[in-house]
């Protein structure tokens, strides 16, 4: 028998809760990321102002969550971009919600009047009072709540997700925490959740989870742990921090907003100093044996003592690219912005921006309140963020993200902003590798990690698990699609031959891509990267010349869009559309583009 | 008489596993060590044994269980039965039942529990009585206390979860030292290792910049 699936709605204005069915729907989209499109496109009208009630937001589990780390994927109108939104988060989150029952996620309609926190325990779903806890910081706010909640609770085993003070004061790039190292951080999340006045939601399941066949899945899972040791030996060793040195030597890094191809600061980022000098353990994610999360802890003053982490979102962001001297010194800011609750990478990229144009003159110390934002300079760089975090002066400007920033302070200069569609690049440097640029310029949701638009990204999403372990996969089950079958017939009891896995990717992607379209999004004019990339020159460590060409990003751009199953242009084509089942998004893809192909 | 040689270029290449199962598991008293510092909190041992035991996944049913803590680094520590010395069962002395439902088997060395006759989660006098709070209970299914058994069976024991755990931080041996010492409630692990963080603690990840830099900016 096949699994059902069951989505907890509640209506924040009306305090309503109810059970939905929607297993049809997961059959379709998989869930997380796809079918959180899918959940945009029918209940959030068009043009709909992200931060108003109006909007959505959905922590969306998928059929294979809690394998493998227990992705959820956050959806809702992004208000950094305007267009859709969606993040990650790892850690323990969706899982609990699987074990609460709940294995269709969790969907937030509506604005509730008060600050409040979900509290959700099994078939005990409550809208408590949260003023106590509005206005603390992350992970305060967390371990505040963890300790009242268990008082209630024999056990502590509940998972918490929040919102600091960026969330609370609608900074357009806040994030959403959980257990301090896990975010569902980019597209502004956090500021769709503290639009609906929440706070925090904690969950805490012991219900039997309702997989097809136990057996099965604990096979193929025994099979993963045991021969899938190649992402271990790095990862839980060094946790994230391992890949910058390696991206910049390959020129695959940003050095300070851009400018440079290298920098002699680059090498100051060695994950083995920061092991041997920090390192504190490794921690996992929900059935993952890789553990990449590897808390640091820092006593050497100056800028100590401090806890920290360096995950994949802030290794590049704030290191060469604001020019600050390698992880130690990383380590403090990066956990500085995991407690204001703001998007590591994004703001990272917000205040590079400032920086350049601070260093050109075209911002002066009196437009950012007295703050010397040179290169590099820590202290600088924790006022601007608590000033962004909590809107003041010119702070206020800058939380508009970099889509609507730059009108706003239009002697800045446009062109020093390194963004596409509204999200900011930090961690990318597209002149290393035409293929990270491509990867960089045809998501339709914006910059997320680089390729993270490809159908077959968009799946892992949509299951959820956890994409670091995509290259790993395939040495041990042979292929994604025999592993993700594999999976899905234990875990749903869905039988997918082979075709039927390549339509259950190029559903998800056709829907996230439709739901862009039907907001604004054009492919051939919106897949673009910023002028810099193609005018400017970098030279790497070794003196070679990077740059970009123009007429080869097109011609690469044209044979991405093909292999993702689209036309040319970058458009699902009709008849697959048909095939697919998703005749519904027809008529508004050409109201919008003209008649399809 | 001819020993009997391990390949090991062959073990190695055949990567049959993490190592552990090589170490010869010990004969007699026993008991599941919990290396906390290893801990990664990735739930395979609970995993492993609600599928040896009831052939379904669910952590609940597992009789080894992971506590997860912000300290304020997030740390994971297990919390599983250390099958104590006798003078020191505190679960075995609180049965209300006699002879205790809840008990040692010294033909099988660990601790057995009579399920048909344990009065269930509304007693729950062992739990309450366990220092470490490692007994459990699964209501209505499964209305009786959870220990650890060493995945016992027919005088054979291979822990399930120490065979799968992905970090060494399980190991099957002999007690080194008093057992009961091993029995320390997650609580009490936490705030043991949050030491390691002072001046740190769990609401505070880092001295903030107005302390560091002055002004209220």
Redesign the interface.
């Known amino acids: 028998m096949e699994t059902k699936y069951q989505m907890l709605e509640i209506n924040l204005t009306t305090g309503e809760k109810k059970i939905v069915d929607i297993t049809e729907e997961m059959r379709l989209f998989t869930g997380g990321r796809g079918l959180g499109a899918k959940l945009l496109w029918d209940r959030v009208p068009p043009g709909t102002d992200p931060l108003s009630p109006a909007n959505i937001l959905w922590f969306g589990v998928g059929p294979i969550t809690g394998f493998m780390g227990s992705v959820t994927n956050v959806s809702a109108m992004s208000p950094l971009t305007l267009n859709r939104g969606q993040s990650n988060m790892n850690g323990h989150f969706g899982i609990e919600l699987i074990y609460a029952g709940y294995n269709g996620g969790l969907l937030l309609t509506g604005k509730a009047e008060k600050p409040v926190y979900i509290y959700i325990k099994d078939d005990t779903v409550e809208i408590r009072d949260a003023s106590h806890l509005w206005g603390r910081f992350n992970p305060d706010n967390q371990e505040t709540l963890r300790e009242e909640i268990k008082k209630d609770l024999d056990d502590q085993n509940f998972r918490i997700a929040t919102i600091g003070p960026a969330g609370e004061n609608l900074v357009r790039n806040a994030s959403i925490d959980h257990d301090l190292y896990h975010h569902a951080a980019r597209l502004g999340m956090g500021a769709v959740m503290g639009s609906k006045n929440v706070k925090a939601i904690a969950v805490k399941g012991s219900k039997q989870p309702s997989y097809h066949d136990h057996d099965f899945l604990y096979r193929t899972l025994l099979k993963w742990i045991k021969e899938g040791l190649d992402e271990k030996v790095g990862r839980r060793r060094w946790g994230h921090s391992v890949s910058m040195p390696e991206r910049y030597y390959a020129t695959t890094e940003g050095i300070k907003n851009k400018q440079l191809g290298w920098d002699p600061i680059c090498d100051l980022s060695n994950p083995l100093k920061l092991e041997q000098g920090a390192k504190l353990w490794s921690d996992a994610c929900n059935l993952c044996h890789v553990g990449c999360k590897v808390p640091y802890m820092r006593r050497i003053p100056p800028y100590a003592p401090t806890t920290g982490e360096i995950r994949h979102d802030n290794a590049g962001g704030w290191n060469a690219n604001v020019m600050i001297p390698g992880y130690d010194v990383q380590t403090y800011v990066s956990t500085y912005v995991d407690t204001l609750g703001l998007d590591s990478e994004d703001v990272s990229g917000v205040v590079a921006w400032m920086m350049e144009c601070y260093d050109r003159g075209t911002i002066t110390k009196e437009d950012l309140g007295g703050i010397e934002l040179t290169w590099g300079n820590v202290e600088a760089i924790c006022r601007i963020l608590k000033k962004i975090a909590f809107r003041e002066g010119i702070g206020d400007k800058l939380a508009e993200g970099l889509k609507l920033a730059p009108a706003l302070i239009p002697q800045a200069g446009k062109q020093y902003a390194m963004t596409s569609k509204g999200v900011a690049i930090t961690s990318y440097e597209p002149r290393g590798s035409m293929s990270d640029a491509v990867g960089l310029a045809v998501n339709p949701v914006g910059e997320l990690h680089g390729g993270r638009g490809t159908p077959e990204r968009i799946m892992f999403d949509s299951l959820t698990t956890c994409s670091f372990l995509r290259r790993n996969i395939p040495m041990v089950f042979g292929s994604i699609g025999n592993w993700a079958r594999r999976m899905l017939k234990g875990a749903a009891g869905w039988d997918l031959s082979e075709e039927d896995w390549q339509n259950q990717l190029l559903r998800a992607s056709f829907m996230e891509r439709c739901l862009c379209i039907r907001e604004g999004y054009v492919p051939e004019r919106d897949d673009v990267l910023p002028e810099r990339f193609f005018k400017e020159t970098i030279y790497n460590k070794y003196g070679e010349p990077k740059i970009l060409s123009w007429d080869k990003f097109l011609e690469t751009r044209k044979k991405t869009y093909l292999s993702f199953g689209l036309t040319e242009q970058g458009i699902p084509p009709r008849q697959k559309l048909q095939e697919l089942g998703m005749d519904f998004v027809i008529p508004t893809l050409e109201e919008k583009l003209g008649t399809l192909k | 008489m001819v020993e009997k040689e391990i390949d090991y270029v062959k073990m190695l290449q055949e ?4 190592g552990v199962e090589n170490v010869p598991y010990p004969e007699g008293v026993a008991l599941i060590e919990a290396r906390w ?2 801990c ?5 041992c609970e ?1 492993a044994c609600s ?1 040896f035991h009831f ?6 049913l597992s009789r080894i ?6 300290l ?5 520590f297990q919390n599983v039965c250390c099958q104590c010395d006798e003078k020191e069962r505190e679960c075995e002395k609180a049965c209300p039942l006699d002879p205790p439902v809840i008990h040692y088997d010294k033909e099988k060395f660990h601790m057995v529990v009579d399920v048909d006759r344990c009065l269930g989660y509304k007693c729950g006098q062992c739990l309450k009585a366990c220092p470490a ?1 490692v007994p459990r209970f699964y209501p209505p299914e499964h209305n009786y206390a959870l220990v650890c058994d060493l995945c016992e069976k027919d005088g054979v024991r291979r822990p399930q979860c120490v065979e ?1 755990c ?2 060494f931080a399980l190991e099957f041996m002999k007690p080194q030292f008093p057992q009961h010492l091993q029995r320390i409630h997650p ?1 009490e692990k936490a705030k043991w290792m949050a030491e ?2 002072i ?2 603690n ?6 903030t ?1 107005e302390e ?2 002055g002004g209220d ?1």
């Not at chain 2, 052939?55 to 609940?60: A, D, M, S």
Request: aromatic share 10%; charged share 25%.
């Open positions: 990567k049959t596993g993490w510092d290893l990664i909190g990735c739930g395979y995993m599928m052939g379904v996944i669910n952590r609940e269980r992971i506590f997860r803590y912000l304020p680094a997030p740390k994971s709070k799968v992905p970090s609580d390691r963080l001046p740190l769990p609401h505070k990840a880092q001295i910049p560091l830099f900016k």
